[in-house]
């Protein structure tokens, strides 16, 4: 299996455990509180970015990989994520919650099926693609968005007490991508602490924008 089978069958399965934690959350409840400022509904079309931003980018080409891999990527993007963009990335999550309409788990299929088209059409080129941190290989992109997918599953479930365990492969592959991250931002002292018990993160602190 190449790298980018691997990476796409991890990611696959995280997008199918996101669809069907989304259709247990009642469509009533998609104005209570979500994450942060957001509401369920903004929560949940932000989590379902990491299948717009897929279906998008990979229609892309980039001259030239500028991202070596999804650690770099959160560290770009971190560098990135301040002031107006960190507003613009808010203003997204409740856009694309807006954009699910009367029907979010029906608009979130049709997402899928988009993004794993896409993922088709490269039959098998692990390309070079433009993403909001540079040009990457597909293979190293999408990590990002299973962990985007992972980690937001959690805020949804956390905020509408629904059971939610993610796939083995890809709480794996996102702890993994968690921990790197962590070094390439100088949280990895601060971390390695924290996981065995030592001492509670410093507040504030995040892998990720």
């Known amino acids: 299996m190449t790298r980018l089978q691997e990476t796409r069958a991890t990611y696959e399965l995280a997008v199918d455990a996101f669809l069907d934690l989304a259709a247990r959350v009642p469509l009533e409840r ?3 509180a979500g994450l942060g400022t957001w509401d369920l ?8 970015r990491s299948l717009v931003t897929v279906a998008t980018y990979l ?24 002031g107006a963009a960190r507003d613009a990335i808010h203003q ?3 856009e694309a919650g807006v954009a699910l309409g009367a029907d979010p788990v029906a608009a979130l299929r049709g997402q899928r099926e988009e993004a794993l088209l896409a993922l ?3 039959e098998g080129e692990d390309a070079v693609v433009t993403t909001a941190g540079g ?17 937001h599953c959690l805020d949804i479930a956390r905020a509408t007490g629904l059971d939610f365990a993610p796939p083995t492969d890809a709480l794996a592959d996102t702890l993994a991508l968690a921990s790197a991250s962590a070094l390439r931002q100088g949280l990895g002292v601060d971390v390695l602490l924290a996981l065995t018990g030592r001492q ?8 990720v924008p």
Not at 61 to 81: G, P, W
Not at 137 to 149: A, C, H, K, N, W
Request: aromatic share 8%; net charge negative.
């Open 30 to 32: 998609y104005a209570e």
């Open 41 to 48: 509904r903004a929560l949940i079309g932000h989590t379902g």
């Open 59 to 82: 229609t892309t080409r980039a001259e030239a990989v500028e991202t070596e891999d999804a650690a770099d990527y959160f560290a770009v993007v971190s560098l990135l994520a301040h």
């Open 92 to 94: 997204r999550g409740i």
């Open 120 to 122: 088709d059409m490269l």
């Open 135 to 151: 040009g990457m290989r597909v293979s190293d992109y999408l990590p990002t968005r299973t962990f985007e997918l992972t980690v």
């Open 200 to 207: 509670p993160l410093p507040e504030g602190s995040s892998v």
